[in-house]
């Protein structure tokens, strides 16, 4: 089947704009995780979904970012008045069940703050 | 707090040698241990996963090793070939009444010379 796909998969915006940033997990996949990875480092935790509601959300540096999941399925991670130092590239994985299950990782979307 | 080194952060082989990427982990209270490949402008690919009863998982030439006591991980690679180049990351799992925090290592960026 599928694997999990994100959109855009690069995004370019102005210092102060807001973005929206699409994941599509597998299919029947109740988790839903959001890291952010920056150039030459391992991903970084930010909110993690179990069904619609965020189980775990503090990685979220700030009150800028939020998340939603309201149909268990598709996830939006959310940036307002975005800043240069939120350019990264971000990346969501599902997985079957909580901490005990493999995690299956998106493409990413790269986010570019001029 | 978690935190998860990985040793070397380069490494620069000749094809057909057999290699070992290290990840060490502070805390040893974790629910299991995952590596993971990246390869440059892409998403992780999930290669093995290691449950915190167990002690070693294998696929292919691929082989991680997991010491919970000593917050060691080792994933050796045999017959290395030049399409293993790529970013090779662990990533640490919490105990579930911990939370979903994921922490990942920072990567070893392996490259095989033909």
């Known amino acids: 089947g599928a694997g999990v796909s994100q959109t855009p998969s690069n995004k370019v915006t102005e210092k102060g704009k807001y973005v929206e940033l699409r994941c599509d997990p597998i299919?029947?996949?109740?988790?839903l995780y959001w890291y952010r990875q920056s150039l030459g480092q391992g991903p970084e935790f930010l909110i993690y979904?179990?069904?619609?509601?965020?189980?775990?959300d503090s990685g979220l540096p700030n009150d800028r970012f939020f998340a939603v999941r309201p149909e268990g399925s598709v996830s939006t991670l959310k940036i307002q008045r975005t800043e240069r130092g939120d350019s990264a590239v971000y990346l969501c994985a599902s997985s079957e069940g909580g901490s005990g299950y493999e995690q299956y990782f998106g493409p990413g979307t790269r986010l570019t703050v001029t | 707090k978690q935190e998860v080194t990985q040793i070397p952060a380069a490494l620069s082989v000749p094809e057909g040698e057999n290699l070992v990427l290290n990840c060490s982990f502070t805390d040893s209270a974790i629910y299991n241990l995952q590596w993971f490949r990246q390869d440059p402008g892409k998403g992780l690919t999930s290669l093995l996963l290691i449950q915190s009863s167990q002690r070693e998982q294998t696929s292919g030439r691929l082989n991680a090793s997991l010491d919970k006591s000593s917050g060691r991980s080792t994933l050796y690679i045999a017959a290395s070939q030049p399409g293993d180049s790529a970013t090779y990351l662990c990533?640490?799992?919490?105990?579930?009444?911990?939370?979903?925090?994921?922490?990942f290592g920072p990567g070893t960026r392996l490259s095989v010379l033909p």
């Open positions: 990533a640490v799992g919490p105990l579930i009444n911990y939370g979903q925090n994921f922490v």
């Open positions: 299919s029947g996949h109740t988790a």
């Open positions: 979904f179990q069904g619609t509601g965020a189980a775990d």
